[in-house]
C-alpha cells in the first residue's frame, strides 16, 4: 500500500497535474502550448533516457534508496517548476522532473517490488498498477481546487511538500 501511495502522488505530480495547470502556467509565463508542452515532452524523454541508470542503480543500490532520492528530486523539481519565470528556467525544471519520473514512477517501482515481494510479485504488481492508476482521479481535481484557492505556483509547492512529507518516508 505504502509504494501505491507513492505512485498515486508521484504520477499525479509529476505527470498528470500540467493537464490542469497548464493554461494558467502558459498564461502566467507568456508561452506557446507548443513552449510549455515541449518542456513538459523533454522531461518525458530524459525520464526514458535516465531509466536504464535508475535501473542499474535499483540494482546495485536497492529500490528504496533509489526511490527516496528521486523523492527529493521530484520535490526539487516540482518547486523549481513552481518559481519557474522564464522559459529556460521551466526547461531546466521539466529536465529535472525527467530524472525524477526514472527514479519515482512504473520503472523504479516495479524494480523496487520485485526485490521485495518475492514469490507474490505478479499479485504485487496488479495492485500497485491500480492504485496508481488511481492518480488522475486524485490528483486532476486536487490540481483543479489548488489552481481555484492558492493558484498553479502554490499547488505545485504543495506537490513538492507531498514529496517530503509523504513519498520519502515511504520509500
Known amino acids: 500500500p505504502s ?9 499525479g505530480a509529476l505527470y498528470y497535474s500540467i493537464a490542469v ?22 522531461s518525458l524523454l530524459l525520464s526514458a533516457l535516465a531509466a536504464p541508470v535508475a535501473g542499474r542503480a535499483i540494482d546495485r543500490y536497492g529500490g528504496r534508496l533509489v526511490m527516496s532520492v528521486g523523492s527529493v528530486t521530484a520535490a526539487l523539481a516540482l518547486f523549481a517548476i513552481a518559481h519557474a519565470h522564464s522559459a529556460i528556467t521551466l526547461y531546466a525544471a521539466w529536465s529535472l522532473a525527467g530524472i525524477a519520473m526514472a527514479m519515482t514512477l512504473y520503472d523504479a517501482a516495479f524494480a523496487t517490488l520485485s526485490q521485495h515481494s518475492g514469490t507474490s510479485y505478479r499479485t504485487a504488481l496488479t495492485a ?5 492508476g488511481l492518480a488522475s482521479t486524485v490528483f486532476w481535481p486536487l490540481s483543479l481546487k489548488g489552481l481555484e484557492w492558492i493558484g498553479w505556483r502554490d499547488t505545485l509547492s504543495g506537490f513538492a511538500l507531498l ?7 515511504l520509500h
Request: charge should be negative.
Open 3 to 11: 509504494l501505491g501511495l507513492s505512485q498515486i502522488i508521484s504520477w
Open 128 to 132: 500497485l498498477t491500480l492504485m496508481g
Open 21 to 42: 495547470l497548464g493554461a494558467s502556467m502558459r498564461e502566467e509565463l507568456a508561452l506557446s502550448a507548443a513552449a510549455l508542452f515541449g518542456a513538459y515532452s523533454l
Open 163 to 169: 514529496q517530503i512529507a509523504i513519498c520519502l518516508p
